[in-house]
């Protein structure tokens, strides 16, 4: 069974402060994600990477940077927090399947709340 | 960009009535997946339709894809208690972007 993890499932932070949201993956999927969730609006692609080093913006990824120095970890940093960005943070991976499936396996979600 | 609708946003419904939630696009999508989260817990994933007209069933869910390829829908057939969460469809783009719908958040009245 793919399993994908997340640092911690509550977090809270003061507005500035630098925030590190880590993400592992164990079945060697190329592809990882972060989303953001918040009611009402579904989830939101903040940034994705298709290989170790490479990174693509999502629709949101201003106030947020990413890291991926292994295929299996994918980091994502705000680098000065603000209280806009509580929210709940969601990990996802992907890699190809049986029949074309590219069905995306998410970790638990990061609940982040900033003070 | 590419955007999919999904409707309603919240349905409430007594236990053993039916549920339909739908999902809309203007244009034409290669493929759609749907995704189930409890409350509480992480989206986890359904099924994926890529052919005109497919119907596919697990069990009390049916899922259709729409002969344009711009439409899918869900339907629960005499809900559960443990059909509770939100229920989300999304379009792959190229090989690696997701467009999701906004879900639709089912509860079900013991």
């Known amino acids: 069974d793919v399993k994908v993890t997340q640092s911690s499932r509550y977090l809270v932070k003061r507005t500035g402060e630098k925030v590190f949201l880590e993400c592992v993956q164990d079945m060697d999927h190329e592809n990882m994600f972060w989303y953001r969730q918040d009611p009402g609006l579904g989830l939101r692609l903040i940034y994705f990477s298709y290989d170790v080093k490479m990174k693509e913006k999502g629709d949101i990824p201003e106030g947020y940077s990413v890291s991926r120095e292994k295929k299996e970890r994918f980091s994502l940093i705000l680098e000065s927090a603000s209280t806009n960005q509580t929210s709940m943070y969601l990990c996802a991976s992907s890699g190809y399947r049986l029949a074309g499936t590219y069905e995306q396996y998410f970790g638990p979600g990061t609940r982040l709340t900033v003070t | 960009g590419q955007q999919v609708m999904q409707i309603p946003q919240y349905q409430h419904v007594q236990e053993g009535e039916d549920f339909t939630t739908y999902c809309n696009s203007s244009t034409t999508l290669s493929n759609i997946q749907w995704y189930k989260q409890r409350p509480g817990g992480h989206p986890v994933f359904l099924i994926q339709?890529?052919?005109?007209?497919e119907v596919k069933k697990q069990k009390r869910l049916t899922f259709q894809f729409g002969e344009a390829k711009k439409n899918s829908s869900l339907h629960i057939t005499a809900t559960q208690t443990t059909d509770v969460g939100t229920y989300f469809c999304?379009?792959?783009?190229?090989?690696?972007?997701?467009?999701f719908g906004t879900g639709t958040r089912l509860k079900v009245l013991a």
């Open positions: 339709l890529v052919k005109s007209g």
């Open positions: 999304a379009h792959l783009s190229g090989t690696y972007k997701y467009i």
